[in-house]
């Protein structure tokens, strides 16, 4: 004879897993299902409401995601991977519809990064004719860099062909024009003489030339310089490299050709250039970031 036992009577679990079993009733009759294999539809959960409410803003959150990630990687629908590009502890506040995402403290938390670099190079010919310790743009080498922070420091690069014969009394320096008007330029030059012998007649110059005595070889010459102006990102910053003698009596300079004219294999013209990269300072000032000294 079969024993009855209540379902009241059965010994009570505290949780429920898989490898358990519900008892359930089908038509084709009753029997078992393993709780792991047990699927609840969302239209028959007591929060489907909330989540069908956020459906939008799920979706939107996902586009905005795949942007960044995007952005970040440079390809489409990468995993988005926060420390690896070390930004988790530079994400500031986000807002509640991610429309923004703010990096703290941007400018000090890439001190020393090239944040751009710019490049320009030409072969146009200049003539200048240059004394009397007069400081010559040559205006046929320049550029122009916007920053993308505060305080950013350029680091120049220019090489340079040219030709003087005339004497070696002759050096090179920067021009840098801040903003769009060109009317009060700053002369990155030389620092105050300290002459030998302690007179000032002699030349003097932040890089010195160099000239060759025949007429049909050009003269290569490389300038370095780290320039902090401590200028506003947006701000544009031109430079070009600038030409001087001390000598009483006009010489001709000539950028990018020899001095004669000669059509032959063995009179040269050259390329010049200039490359401008901006390192970001954060709150480094110029005399910080910028040795004065010798």
Do not use: W
Not at 11 to 36: C, L, W
Not at 262 to 290: H, L, P, R
């Amino acid at each position: 004879m079969a024993n009855n036992t209540s379902i009241s009577n059965l010994n009570e679990v505290e949780e429920v897993n898989s490898g358990d079993f519900f008892i359930i009733d089908t038509p084709s009759g009753t029997q078992k299902i393993d709780f792991g294999n047990v699927l609840i539809p969302l239209d028959n959960a007591t929060f489907n409401t909330t989540i069908s409410a956020h459906a939008d803003d799920i979706a939107q959150n996902k586009t905005e995601l795949k942007t960044l990630t995007a952005a970040l990687y440079n390809g489409v629908d990468q995993n988005l991977k926060l420390n690896s590009v070390n930004v988790l502890t530079q994400l500031s506040a986000v807002s509640a519809n991610v429309d923004t995402i703010e990096v703290a403290d941007f400018e000090n938390s890439v001190v020393g990064s090239v944040l751009q670099t710019i490049y320009f190079r030409t072969n146009e010919h200049m003539t200048l004719s240059i004394e009397d310790d007069a400081i010559h743009s040559l205006s046929a080498l320049s550029a122009s860099i916007t920053p993308k922070a505060d305080n950013s420091a350029f680091l120049i690069i220019t090489k340079l062909h040219s030709q003087y014969p005339s004497s070696n009394d002759f050096g090179y320096g920067f021009r840098r024009d801040t903003g769009t008007d060109y009317s009060s330029p700053t002369y990155v030059d030389r620092l105050d003489h300290n002459p030998q012998g302690g007179s000032t007649a002699r030349g003097h110059y932040m890089f010195i030339g160099q000239y060759y005595v025949n007429t049909s070889q050009t003269e290569e010459k490389y300038l370095i310089h780290i320039d902090a102006p401590e200028v506003s990102k947006g701000t544009v910053v031109t430079y070009h490299p600038t030409v001087r003698t001390t000598h009483d009596s006009a010489l001709v300079f000539y950028l990018n050709r020899c001095v004669a004219t000669n059509n032959a294999y063995n009179y040269e013209d050259g390329e010049s250039s200039i490359i401008i990269m901006e390192i970001a300072a954060g709150t480094f000032t110029s005399t910080q970031f910028v040795s004065t000294g010798p």
